[in-house]
């Protein structure tokens, strides 16, 4: 069976019968030539079997003698090696003997798994006459015989294969020419076949099948082609009906919408203005009433003809119940009725007794589901009369979900309860009574609730009510509903959004997106009621977003934030995206508050428009908020009243065939300041559009001699007109139209009836956008003249630039200096082969633009990835890229930004090498001793490897010369000698590839060793040679005259840098920080453990504490005042500092201190210094000796009488070394432009305070 499945399967995947014909006579073929083929083979099989039986009864008569005396004597070891030699023969397996009785004697090889098997008595002569003295039994096994037939098998399985191979060449090509060919002319003649030209096939095969299957077919064609004028006939006669149908339905769309349009606005401007007057509230009710029933008739049209193409989505069941209980709410009251929700039987409930109504979705249009309810709710207010009930409510029955509409009305008898869903199927349950309807919505409601693949539905008991219901199958829908998203990616904005919502009555639940991306992760997990986008936003912008969300979740409202002032951009986010509202930047919060609360209401203006009346109350209340605006627009700037009068001078063309319908608008414009031209016809409001050039156009879709899609299409082929913005009203039958109107060109659409206040909205707002892309024009000119100012200014900066797209093809523009950089003009040439890059780099860099361009990374992250730098020649130009964005956000264009670097790039080479000559030189001093082993090492190992190499050609150790080149290659580098280490590292790299040969040293190999060898040795002579004052001062016991020190090659070095550069270039402030600047700490600290060893031996403990500090200051300045510096230490560790004994008798601690710190400071000329402060805590002076001396107590500022030898009579003789000392520190400081102030108190120390010029560095 499952043979059969696969062979089935295989030939209706061919689905050619030639094909299918010729793989089902090949599966045959193969099948009986593989039984010919296993019959050939068991025949041969047993043909063999014999001749072996032949052969083993040969071999019997052979050997029976030999074993039977074997057997006889009981020579057990003859019999084995008689046995061994007839296993030798290749058709025996194994041997077995026994005794007369069969019991076994002997046995050898296999003797169990056989094929054949043979037994031969084994008999000996005894006085002349032949006992039987046992048996011997031959064993053949099954793979024996395979090897004799082999050669024959192959051959009966070549010839079986040649004939295969010809029968199916000769089958494919036969079955191809009388089988596929005319099965496919008669496809293809078929295929060429129309209803209007039938024709006969017409064929040639040799086959008599095919003219049999021509025949008949051609049989059939003649009974068509008898009978295909009466169907032609009938079919016309039931697409000219349906025509005429569509079209009645057509026209009367218009013929009655337009002149309830006409009636509904001015009656509910007089039902607002005459609250007391019925008249007006009966003929509004009954208008709207009839309005109503004109969009049921278009409706079942719609539905006849299957054009109602809504999609549906899910929507949570229980916010939509209370949506419309709360829209209903207040036209319930008004009429007396009380109006309850029923929603517990569809909230879930959780285990420990609490609600839960996370959401409960089903899969409906919302617009149709509203239609539906709408018409339970209507059928139900008509029946239920003052003081009655209504209840609106939902229910779960497994997973059915029940929405239902319960009224206390008269209800209906079973008998006449399927009538109600029936088109004018209206039930009267009382004859006398005066009920009205038109029995057309509860038929709409069911034909609505079948196509979204529901079940409509009553309940209904005379005298007890009626329950309409419509059932839908729950879905599982785990996304949660969010009120708000915003999508803001600057986050200033985004709080203040945020801080808005909270102003709201009922903070909405909401969510923040600083990307697109950020916000479609949140789609996905969320159903949104509102998106409140930013038309800007990095990679996708605003409006692509919101198209994202029209598609994915229709049922969103979207509010369009934008500062931008693009037309065509606007008008997408209008015609395409399906924008709600589109508000400018800066908003008013007022207006954005109120837009945003009417926005979160579950429905459109669908449901909204077919209320009955406003009540008194929301009339009056609509009355006070009018007035309150007004009061609040009384109070105007001058501006504002600027623009109010230059808004009343536009001029307003309405084009429509019916003069009520251009009075009304007229009237409705005039009273907003508007001028107003009327015209009735396409035609006519064609000329007037040239003649006046209007502000904006009002035009109706159909009318007579030219309708609106033809002079809308002939304004926009006229350039002088074609930017006037078109509003086109039509009816809501013509849905359909909608995108066509758009398509030519109109700006925007108006549903009949539409509200005049909504229509002047759309007025001003088309308006406003016109205004604002007059400015943006004027401004892209403005711009395009900066940018051709730029474009010179860039000439003359010596800066070159050019401009590449997502393929890196270079556009037209750019700078002459760039042609001048690159050698060539690189307009239209692939930027890679600009800048020369080779394939590797190549890919690279194209690698970077495709990623640049997908935006799966940021510009800013991937910018480290692109080419740097440009060299040719000895020419570097330096490179450095700029994005350039659409209005969408995503990256259109790159600006690569060239900039000459030659002269910098040779200093930066230049300055390399002397900087690497002067870390030599200091790490030389540092170590003279060490450099001068590095030298004496050198030629040591030059000798070493002339000895090495003078040796037989297999002596010479490779790893000998390898580890010296790697110990001299350390030794350099602990030096930082520049280039010797590249000469070592090649003789490495040599060195290495012959260890890692296999085999003994060539020749060869010698021959680059002392290649190798020779250039080390004439890079290390030249090095010699040009530092042989540095390595003859070496050579004197490590002791460096100062011309070895060469502090002048550093400064003229320096001073190379700054004027070839300047003060504030990154290479002259780092060559400075290196080699001249150093920390005003470091001096001291190296004193530190020198003081504190010094005074521990002298019975004075010591703490030497430095505080650490950033100031760095030039060494060559500083140098005296640091070397004079241990003076005053010693002075301070002679005299003041006390015995352990004396500080205890004093109280003090038991160690000494001397504290050093320090502060940076200015002068009132801006002069920067150094404040080093010194403090002690030890004896000071002697203040009662003080006194005795000089007469005075001791001074603020000692520094005088430091300066004067009378500090001998203090500190005594023994220490006049020191002083000698001070005397020279206090000069030196003078010297230097500086002061120091000295106080000091009875045994409380000495308190130095120098002050320093700050010094940094200066070449001058």
């Known amino acids: 069976m499952p043979l059969k499945r696969k062979i089935t399967s295989l030939l209706n995947k061919s689905g050619d019968l030639s094909l299918q014909l010729f793989i089902l006579i090949t599966i045959g073929y193969f099948f009986i030539a593989l039984s010919i083929f296993t019959y050939r083979y068991q025949n041969l099989k047993n043909i063999e079997k014999k001749n072996i039986e032949k052969s083993l009864k040969k071999q019997s008569k052979s050997f029976s003698s030999s074993i039977g005396k074997a057997l006889f004597e009981k020579k057990k070891q003859a019999l084995i090696e008689n046995i061994n030699k007839i296993l030798k023969s290749d058709i025996i397996s194994g041997v077995k003997v026994t005794d007369p009785f069969r019991n076994h004697i002997e046995s050898k090889g296999s003797t169990t798994n056989y094929l054949l098997k043979k037994e031969f008595p084994v008999s000996i002569k005894i006085k002349n006459q032949k006992e039987m003295i046992g048996y011997i039994n031959y064993y053949s096994e099954e793979n024996v015989i395979f090897p004799r037939i082999y050669n024959q098998l192959i051959s009966i399985l070549l010839k079986l294969l040649i004939e295969f191979i010809i029968l199916t060449i000769f089958l494919y090509y036969f079955l191809r020419k009388n089988i596929k060919e005319p099965l496919k002319e008669i496809v293809k003649q078929m295929s060429l076949m129309k209803p209007k030209g039938l024709s006969k096939v017409a064929?040639?095969?040799?086959?008599?099948?095919?003219?049999?299957?021509?025949?008949?077919?051609?049989?059939?064609?003649?009974?068509?082609?008898?009978?295909?004028?009466?169907?032609?006939?009938?079919?016309?006669?039931?697409?000219?009906?349906?025509?005429?149908?569509?079209?009645?339905?057509?026209n009367i769309s218009v013929e009655l919408q337009t002149p309830l349009d006409l009636i509904i606005e001015p009656l509910e401007n007089l039902h607002q203005k005459y609250l007391e007057e019925e008249h007006f509230s009966t003929a509004l009710k009954n208008s709207k009433k009839l309005y109503r029933l004109v969009e049921q008739l278009l409706d079942f049209q719609s539905l006849s003809i299957d054009k109602m193409t809504q999609k549906d989505w899910p929507i949570n069941v229980f916010h939509f119940l209370k949506q419309v209980h709360f829209l209903f709410q207040s036209t319930y009251s008004f009429e007396d009725i009380d109006f309850t929700l029923d929603i517990e039987n569809l909230v879930a409930q959780k285990g420990d007794g609490e609600s839960s109504h996370k959401g409960i979705f089903i899969q409906v249009n919302p617009e149709n589901l509203e239609k539906i309810i709408f018409n339970f709710l209507s059928n139900a207010l008509k029946?239920?009369?003052?003081?009655?009930?209504?209840?609106?409510?939902?229910?779960?029955?497994?997973?059915?979900?029940?929405?239902?509409?319960?009224?206390?009305?008269?209800?209906?008898?079973?008998?006449?309860?399927?009538?109600?869903?029936?088109?004018?199927?209206?039930?009267?349950?009382?004859?006398?009574?005066?009920?009205?309807?038109?029995?057309?919505?509860?038929?709409?409601?069911?034909?609505?609730?079948?196509?979204?693949?529901?079940?409509?539905?009553?309940?209904?008991?005379?005298g007890h009510g009626s329950e309409f219901y419509c059932e839908f199958n729950e879905i599982d829908y785990d996304k949660e509903e969010l009120d708000i998203l915003i999508l803001e990616d600057e986050i200033d904005t985004a709080n203040t959004l945020e801080m808005i919502l909270e102003k709201l009555p009922e903070t909405p639940k909401y969510k923040i997106a600083l990307s697109s991306e950020e916000g479609r992760k949140i789609l996905e997990e969320n159903q949104v009621k509102l998106v409140i986008a930013d038309s800007r936003l990095p990679g996708e912008g605003g409006i692509s977003f919101l198209e994202f969300i029209r598609d994915t979740q229709p049922q969103t409202k979207k509010i369009l934030l934008t500062g931008d002032t693009?037309?065509?951009?606007?008008?997408?986010?209008?015609?395409?995206?399906?924008?709600?509202?589109?508000?400018?930047?800066?908003?008013?919060?007022?207006?954005?508050?109120?837009?945003?609360?009417?926005?979160?209401?579950?429905f459109g203006n669908n449901l909204k428009n077919s209320l009955y009346l406003k009540t008194k109350m929301d009339i009056k209340k609509d009355k006070e908020d009018e007035e309150n605006l007004q009061n609040k627009g009384s109070v105007v700037s001058e501006e504002e009243e600027e623009?109010?009068?230059?808004?009343?001078?536009?001029?307003?063309?309405?084009?429509?065939?019916?003069?009520?319908?251009?009075?009304?608008?007229?009237?409705?414009?005039?009273?907003?300041?508007?001028?107003?031209i009327s015209r009735s016809n396409g035609q006519n409001g064609f000329e007037a559009a040239k003649q006046f050039s209007p502000d904006l156009i009002i035009t109706d879709w159909m009318m007579p001699i030219m309708n609106g899609p033809e002079m809308i299409s002939k304004i926009k082929k006229d350039e002088n007109i074609s930017n006037i913005p078109i509003i086109i009203l039509t009816s809501k039958a013509e849905q359909e139209s909608r995108i066509k109107g758009i398509d030519i060109g109109a700006d925007n659409y108006l549903s009949k009836p539409f509200k005049i206040q909504e229509l002047i909205s759309n007025i001003y707002n088309l308006i406003e956008l016109k205004e604002n892309e007059k400015k943006l024009t004027t401004a892209n000119k403005e711009l395009q003249e900066k940018q051709s100012a730029i474009q010179n200014l860039l000439e003359n900066l010596g800066q070159g630039f050019l401009i590449f797209n997502e393929r890196a093809v270079v556009l037209p523009g750019c700078s002459e200096i760039t042609k001048e950089f690159f050698g060539t003009d690189p307009t239209s040439k692939f930027f890679y082969d600009v800048i020369s890059l080779d394939e590797n780099k190549k890919k690279t860099f194209m690698s970077w633009i495709k990623n640049v361009w997908k935006g799966n990374f940021s510009f800013k992250d991937m910018l480290p990835l692109a080419p740097k730098m440009y060299e040719e020649d000895e020419k570097y130009?330096?490179?450095?890229?700029?994005?350039?964005?659409?209005?969408?956000?995503?990256?259109?264009?790159?600006?690569?930004?060239?900039?000459?670097?030659?002269?910098?790039?040779?200093?930066?080479?230049?300055?390399?090498?002397?900087?690497e000559k002067i870390q030599m030189i200091l790490r030389i001093l540092k170590d003279p001793l060490g450099f001068q082993n590095v030298i004496d090492t050198t030629y040591s190992s030059f000798n070493l490897f002339?000895?090495?190499?003078?040796?037989?050609?297999?002596?010479?150790?490779?790893?000998?010369?390898?580890?010296?080149?790697?110990?001299?290659?350390?030794?350099?580098?602990?030096?930082?000698?520049?280039?010797?280490?590249?000469?070592?590292?090649?003789?490495?790299?040599?060195?290495?590839?012959?260890?890692?040969?296999?085999?003994?040293?060539?020749?060869?190999?010698?021959?680059?060793?002392?290649?190798?060898?020779?250039?080390?040795?004439?890079?290390?002579?030249?090095?010699?040679?040009?530092?042989?004052?540095?390595?003859?001062?070496?050579?004197?016991?490590?002791?460096?005259?100062?011309?070895?020190?060469?502090?002048?090659?550093?400064?003229?070095?320096?001073?190379?840098?700054?004027t070839t550069l300047s003060k504030d270039h990154p290479i002259y402030i780092s060559f400075v920080d290196d080699f001249i600047l150093e920390n005003i700490a470091v001096p001291f600290i190296k004193l530190k453990e020198k003081y504190e060893t010094l005074s521990e031996k002298k019975g004075k403990p010591l703490n030497f504490e430095i505080s650490s500090t950033k100031t760095r200051v030039r060494q060559d300045f500083?140098?005296?005042?640091?070397?004079?510096?241990?003076?005053?230490?010693?002075?301070?560790?002679?005299?003041?500092?006390?015995?352990?004994?004396?500080?205890?008798?004093?109280?003090?601690?038991?160690?000494?201190?001397?504290?050093?710190?320090?502060?940076?400071?200015?002068?009132?000329?801006?002069?920067?210094?150094?404040?080093?402060?010194?403090?002690?805590?030890?004896?000071?002076?002697?203040?009662?000796?003080?006194?005795?001396?000089?007469?005075?107590?001791?001074?603020?500022?000692?520094?005088?009488?430091?300066?004067?030898?009378?500090?001998?009579?203090i500190f005594g003789k023994d220490f006049s070394q020191e002083i000698i000392g001070v005397h020279n520190f206090i000069e030196e400081i003078e010297n230097m432009k500086g002061s120091i102030n000295i106080s000091s108190k009875s045994n409380n120390g000495f308190q130095f305070s120098i002050k320093v010029p700050y010094v940094k560095y200066s070449t001058h």
Not at 206 to 222: A, E, R, T, W
């Open 877 to 915: 130009i330096q490179l450095n890229y700029r994005p350039i964005y659409g209005q969408n956000g995503k990256l259109e264009k790159i600006i690569c930004v060239a900039t000459n670097k030659t002269q910098e790039r040779k200093l930066e080479i230049k300055t390399k090498n002397e900087r």
């Open 203 to 250: 064929i040639s095969s040799p086959l008599k099948g095919f003219d049999l299957l021509k025949d008949s077919f051609n049989q059939m064609i003649s009974k068509i082609s008898q009978h295909k004028e009466t169907y032609e006939e009938k079919n016309q006669k039931l697409k000219d009906i349906d025509l005429q149908k569509t079209n009645f339905f057509k």
């Open 566 to 602: 693009d037309y065509e951009a606007l008008k997408n986010a209008h015609n395409h995206a399906k924008v709600d509202t589109i508000i400018f930047k800066p908003w008013d919060e007022h207006f954005l508050l109120k837009t945003i609360d009417e926005l979160l209401q579950f």
């Open 1118 to 1209: 500083y140098s005296s005042f640091f070397e004079m510096s241990p003076y005053l230490l010693n002075c301070l560790t002679d005299y003041d500092l006390e015995t352990v004994k004396e500080r205890e008798v004093l109280g003090k601690s038991k160690n000494n201190f001397i504290k050093i710190n320090f502060e940076e400071s200015s002068s009132k000329v801006d002069k920067k210094y150094i404040i080093i402060n010194i403090t002690s805590d030890g004896r000071g002076i002697d203040e009662e000796k003080f006194k005795e001396l000089y007469n005075q107590g001791i001074p603020k500022d000692l520094t005088p009488f430091f300066k004067s030898d009378d500090l001998y009579q």
């Open 643 to 676: 623009e109010e009068e230059s808004r009343h001078q536009r001029v307003i063309l309405v084009v429509d065939d019916i003069k009520d319908m251009r009075d009304l608008i007229s009237k409705e414009l005039k009273e907003k300041g508007f001028k107003v």
């Open 383 to 462: 029946f239920t009369g003052e003081g009655g009930r209504i209840t609106l409510g939902g229910e779960k029955r497994d997973n059915i979900i029940r929405i239902f509409v319960r009224d206390s009305g008269p209800g209906i008898p079973k008998d006449k309860q399927d009538k109600v869903f029936e088109i004018f199927g209206q039930i009267d349950p009382d004859p006398t009574s005066t009920f009205e309807g038109t029995g057309l919505g509860l038929a709409l409601s069911k034909e609505l609730t079948i196509k979204m693949k529901g079940k409509i539905g009553i309940e209904s008991e005379p």
């Open 946 to 1058: 002339e000895i090495e190499l003078n040796k037989n050609q297999n002596d010479i150790d490779i790893t000998y010369i390898y580890r010296k080149i790697h110990t001299l290659k350390a030794l350099f580098a602990s030096f930082s000698v520049p280039e010797i280490p590249e000469n070592l590292n090649s003789f490495e790299d040599t060195l290495s590839r012959i260890k890692d040969s296999s085999g003994d040293i060539s020749r060869a190999d010698i021959n680059d060793i002392k290649k190798e060898i020779f250039d080390l040795f004439s890079k290390f002579n030249t090095f010699t040679k040009k530092n042989r004052i540095l390595i003859e001062q070496t050579s004197t016991k490590g002791s460096i005259d100062k011309k070895a020190v060469s502090t002048e090659d550093i400064y003229e070095v320096a001073h190379t840098i700054e």
